[in-house]
């Protein structure tokens, strides 16, 4: 069985400046690693919830229908909608485009800034996740 989020993952560790962000604990699904810097950028995808059936023939779903949100978290506001840019791109290549909706905002207590977006996509036909 296939996992969606693993491949957008590997996806995203072909960028270099993603690749080192993984390579300090940066880039994680689900939630920021708590033992990470505060001042080091990091990458969080988390699935909004479970896929959803898609794509109907004789009965039957042809694929599924996926939503993340990735939030990016860096103390310096340019490097955050950097980063989600080149995340942007590279879904794109997957078939995975933004949704409405988000957050960008500076939190005082993190002295970061934060920027989440949701992305969107379909499997291909008849491919098991």
């Known amino acids: 069985m296939k996992d969606m989020l693993d491949e957008l993952v590997e996806l995203l ?4 400046n993603i690749a080192s962000i993984q390579k300090a604990e940066g880039l994680k699904s689900y ?3 708590e033992t990470l810097a505060n001042d080091l950028p990091s990458i969080t995808i988390s699935p909004t919830g479970p896929p959803e059936q898609d794509s109907f023939g004789s009965n039957k779903f042809l694929s599924q229908h996926f939503v993340f949100q990735v ?4 103390i310096d506001r340019k490097l955050c909608k950097t980063l989600q840019k080149t995340v942007e791109m590279i879904f794109m290549t ?3 485009y933004q949704m409405p909706g988000g957050l960008d905002e500076y939190f005082n ?3 970061r800034y934060v920027d989440a977006r949701f992305y969107q996509g ?3 036909l008849y491919e098991n996740y």
């Open 13 to 16: 560790v072909t960028d270099e």
């Open 31 to 33: 939630q920021r690693l």
């Open 71 to 74: 939030s990016i978290e860096t």
């Open 94 to 96: 997957k078939g995975f």
């Open 109 to 111: 207590d993190t002295k």
């Open 122 to 124: 379909n499997s291909r």
